[in-house]
């Protein structure tokens, strides 16, 4: 198995009995609720085949639920907000429109495309709609790539990450309203919760007041929030930044060379303002911490949340992200003539003797020939499959400083409903973990009246890689024992574990550490005909689904805009092999 952007390891504990298993998907079809006085709600969608009506936001049906604990749960997704008339949704807007506007061409090319995760299945979406031919081969049985899942025996699905999409990304947001599918966004209220470690069991929130523009709400929500952050230390924060409110873009960009914690320093911001805030922020942005993360990467998301209204408003996926976002885009790609192909592992890259793409020889013997070719796989798996003579070329060598986060992400359904929880992101400020959310109850498809599923990032996970999946179920519970000190206990005298997922990515997203900003590719290689995609190629919003997304279209936009040389390409290949 490739170390390599793949699931090294999944277990699953076989501590149940079949009759103790809730099975998610009857109980969402039935519309099950629990409570003494409240219950479970969802606002009206016809996503998952079945309406939810909820009768106003304070409003709750009740049901009785012979042996659950008396739970007051609130699970209410709130209005798509008005995304559509901010610069960058329209500028996103507008690329994904130069596609279906753009000439239709007298002979199609044939892209042949490594990689179906976000930005393999971008650049396949953007081409087809400018009326070419994808052929989008993935190496695994199943798409995705950073954002794949896969059902276990008893139906509950398991991922490889916990993805929040934000108001920040206008072609995901796009994206999804050219598919038709909207209303697959679960949107929650506009607040950051963060527990607090000081105080076991108790959270501290950073709501951002919907009356504002932005960017007062963000501010007011700072301000408003005093557990975290003393006055004082509030005051040299903002002071710190104002370099980077006044230097604007030019700033941002020449932060890359210098870590967050050395910035913060550098800046005289107090070492507080770090622990309490940037550490957590940094392991939910790149999966490691300040003292490694590079400080453009914090720039880049604080200028995306504090200058949109709407930034920093989080949604869930209404549920497995293959089925529920990547078979759409499939379905479109195929609707238009393209091709998808599982199970198509890439064993070489041939080179014509001119040095360019001839094919992409498959591991089961196939080769694939196209007009044009693209590498949409993480940045690691390139560097394994990139021919020896391209390796000194300077746009290829410098690939080598862009290495892949090693993540972990962890699912354990329990025996009880946790009271101690919300219907949102956690940001839970473990020396371990990252973010966790109950999907339970945050995820339509996920959902359990009887159960909580947590799904949590453990990171940073370098030391943590190669454990065994029990060393990392202990560890995550002792953490959890913190965040639930009446509900949960590390022996598992409290809350009972039903069965757990572990889900180990060696090599997640690139590392962003200072000094990577500049060995980040374009889209467009010095390699004729053969093009890259992926959230490490260069675009303005790092590593991330959007940053993916983004990817695809620019590495579509080149590759539309060299039609006319690569047709003449094709045609120079057809005469030489009938010549010969």
């Known amino acids: 198995m490739s170390q390599f952007g793949h699931v090294s390891a999944v277990n699953t504990s076989r501590q149940y009995s079949a009759a103790s298993v809730y099975c998610s998907h009857s109980a969402w079809k039935n519309g099950c609720t629990v409570g003494q006085t409240n219950g479970l709600s969802f606002a009206v969608s016809d996503a998952m085949g079945q309406k939810l009506r909820i009768r106003a936001a304070h409003a709750f049906a009740t049901r009785s639920n012979s042996g659950a604990v008396p739970l007051k749960v609130v699970c209410i997704d709130y209005p798509r907000p008005e995304l559509d008339n901010t610069v960058n949704y329209l500028e996103a807007a507008y690329l994904s429109s130069s596609f279906r ?114 960017p007062l709400n963000g501010i007011l929500a700072i301000l408003k929030n005093n557990e975290m952050l003393t006055w004082p230390e509030k005051v040299k924060f903002a002071i710190g930044l104002l370099p980077a409110i006044l230097g604007g873009q030019s700033y941002v960009e020449a932060q890359d060379g210098i870590t967050v914690k050395d910035w913060m320093k550098k800046q005289g911001v107090p070492d507080r303002v770090t622990d309490e805030v940037f550490i957590a922020m940094s392991k939910a942005l ?105 390796k000194e070329m300077p746009y290829f060598k410098k690939l080598e400083k862009l290495v892949g986060v090693p993540v972990i992400n962890v699912h354990i359904w329990f025996d009880r409903k946790l009271k101690n929880t919300y219907d949102h992101l956690l940001f839970s400020r ?37 454990r065994s999946n029990e060393e990392i179920i202990d560890a995550t519970m002792k953490e959890l024992a913190k965040l639930f000190p009446d509900e949960i206990a590390a022996d598992q005298s409290k809350a009972k574990i039903l069965k757990y997922h572990v889900v180990k990515t060696p090599r997640s997203v690139y590392k962003t550490v200072p000094g990577t900003e500049p060995c980040r590719p374009l889209q467009k290689s010095p390699i004729d005909g053969f093009y890259l995609a992926g959230d490490y190629t260069k675009q303005k919003y790092l590593a991330s689904m959007e940053g993916a997304v983004l990817s695809g279209k620019l590495c579509a936009q080149a590759i539309v805009q060299d039609y006319e040389s690569l047709a003449a390409r094709g045609q120079r290949k057809l005469a030489e092999a009938t010549i010969g």
């Open 430 to 466: 473990s020396p371990l973990l990252s973010v966790y959310a109950d999907m339970s109850v945050a995820c339509k498809e996920y959902y359990s009246p009887n159960q909580s599923m947590l799904e949590l990032v453990f990171a940073p996970a370098e030391e943590w890689i190669s």
């Open 101 to 214: 506007n753009s000439p239709r061409p007298n002979k199609p090319l044939e892209v042949v495309i490594a990689g179906a995760g976000l930005a393999g299945l971008s650049t396949a979406k953007y081409l087809a709609d400018a009326g070419h031919k994808p052929i989008l081969l993935e190496a695994r049985d199943v798409l995705g790539g950073k954002v794949a899942a896969w059902k276990d025996e008893d139906g509950d699905w398991y991922e490889t990450g916990l993805h929040i999409f934000f108001g920040a990304y206008p072609n995901i947001q796009n994206l999804f309203g050219e598919l038709g599918i909207n209303d697959r966004l679960q949107w929650k209220e506009h607040s950051m919760i963060f527990a607090m470690p000081s105080k076991p069991g108790e959270f501290s929130r950073f709501d951002f007041p919907e009356v504002l523009p932005a």
């Open 286 to 390: 790149n999966f490691i911490n300040p003292d490694e993360l590079s400080m453009q990467c914090i720039l880049i998301a604080l200028n995306r949340f504090l200058q949109e209204k709407h930034g920093s408003k989080m949604a869930f996926l209404d549920g497995n992200p293959p089925e529920r976002l990547c078979m759409p885009i499939v379905d479109h790609i195929q609707s238009r003539g393209g091709e998808v192909r599982l199970n198509s592992r890439i064993q070489k890259i041939d080179l014509n003797e001119d040095g360019s793409v001839k094919s992409f020889m498959l591991n089961n013997g196939d080769v694939i020939k196209g007009d044009a070719y693209v590498f949409a796989t993480p940045v690691d798996i390139l560097k394994l499959l990139l021919p020896e003579d391209w």
